[in-house]
């Protein structure tokens, strides 16, 4: 149980290109989704949190016009990445939890989507 | 400032033996403490929960301790195999219980 799926997996276009990432929870339903951006190397740093329903929350620093998120059912959030740039290049990875977005549950995450700008 | 600190250098270990996964913490004041394993390319996969009044937790070769004095948590593999090898991350929540905070993973290679 709990499987979160995430799509596409992989994804290279051109600069200034829109792309739109789905994250799917499979067999339970997610009030609450994480979208993470991952570097080399590095840690995973959240990007905001999507709440079904109303407006996501974005970390400081997160451009919200950059980075669209729509939450639109308990099982579907999307993360647009508009007019992408090179800098942009890096992994998107998305997580939800069946009870809330508390820390007292684990996170099911999704397997990433890698972006890759021209 | 918060900091969550893992070990960068990566972990090399012979099959058979014990790994030691170290995550320290500062300026922190988490409920829980959670550890993920992240394969290359893949997102990560939960693999224990432990909360500020438990010292140890364990699931079958895992073994997890929290010790909210030392602000540290330790990560035990015992009798490691290849298939153990990954990336081990450790996350704290804002005490609040709201997120998670991802510390920047060790790298366990175990060799044959």
């Known amino acids: 149980g709990a499987v979160v799926s995430q799509h596409p997996s992989r994804v290279i276009c051109k600069s200034g290109t829109s792309v739109k990432i789905e994250c799917r929870s499979l067999?339970?339903?997610?009030?609450?989704m994480f979208w993470y951006r991952q570097f080399p190397k590095q840690s995973l740093m959240l990007m905001a949190t999507s709440n079904e329903g109303s407006k996501a929350t974005y970390e400081q620093g997160v451009e919200k016009d950059k980075f669209l998120i729509n939450h639109a059912s308990l099982t579907l959030s999307t993360l647009t990445v508009t007019s992408a740039h090179p800098e942009d290049s890096s992994f998107y990875i998305c997580?939800?939890?069946?009870?809330?977005?508390?820390?007292?549950?684990?996170?099911?995450f999704g397997d990433g989507t890698r972006l890759s700008i021209l | 400032s918060q900091k969550i600190e893992q070990n960068s250098e990566a972990l090399n270990i012979q099959e058979g033996k014990t790994a030691t996964l170290t995550c320290n913490y500062t300026?922190?004041?988490?409920?829980?403490l959670q550890w993920y394993r992240q394969d290359p390319g893949r997102g990560p996969v939960f693999l224990l929960l432990i909360r500020e009044n438990e010292k140890e937790k364990r699931k079958e070769r895992l073994k997890v301790t929290f010790d909210t004095t030392l602000k540290q948590s330790l990560f035990h593999i015992t009798a490691s195999q290849p298939a153990d090898s990954a990336t081990y991350l450790c996350a704290l929540d804002d005490n609040a219980g709201n997120m998670l905070t991802f510390g920047g993973g060790t790298r366990l290679m175990v060799k044959p």
């Open positions: 300026n922190y004041s988490p409920a829980y």
């Open positions: 997580s939800a939890s069946d009870s809330g977005p508390w820390g007292n549950q684990p996170q099911h």
């Open positions: 067999d339970f339903q997610a009030t609450t």
